[in-house]
């Protein structure tokens, strides 16, 4: 019964944002820590900015630090990635993911670690 859906995406200028919404069925949503993913055409899944169980403790990729924000409401059972001043190479497929996390404060980095996976969405920022 376990799913993650994926909600935001679309098209945008370059140097507008979006806000993806990621919303978990899943029993205890306090228990995962979550991440956010993105793949390009012809390119590898990226980890873009991981959140630990919390709330807490963040994690950015180096490429939207200072202009992505994660953030995590358990009693929303929804992460979401605030994109701002997007730039055409941001274009990509956003996947949302969980992992079942024991340690409160541990942020996963590694996407064999995650143990559920959305559909993803769509981004695609013109210049």
């Known amino acids: 019964q376990v799913q993650l859906v994926e909600s935001g995406g679309g098209l945008v200028q370059a140097g507008g944002s979006l806000k993806l919404s990621c919303t978990a069925s899943i029993g205890t949503f306090s228990r995962y820590s979550m991440g956010w993913f993105r793949q390009a055409p012809g390119k590898e899944r990226d980890l873009v900015a991981a959140?630990?169980?919390?709330?807490?403790?963040?994690y950015y990729v180096d490429s939207v630090k200072g202009r992505f924000t994660i953030s995590k409401d358990n009693a929303e059972n929804t992460v979401y990635l605030q994109m701002n001043s997007l730039k055409p190479e941001d274009t990509a497929v956003y996947y949302c993911a969980a992992a079942a996390t024991v340690q409160p404060e541990v942020v996963r980095l590694g996407d064999r670690e995650y143990d559920y996976w959305g559909q993803g969405t769509q981004v695609t920022v013109s210049s």
């Open positions: 959140v630990s169980r919390t709330g807490v403790y963040t």
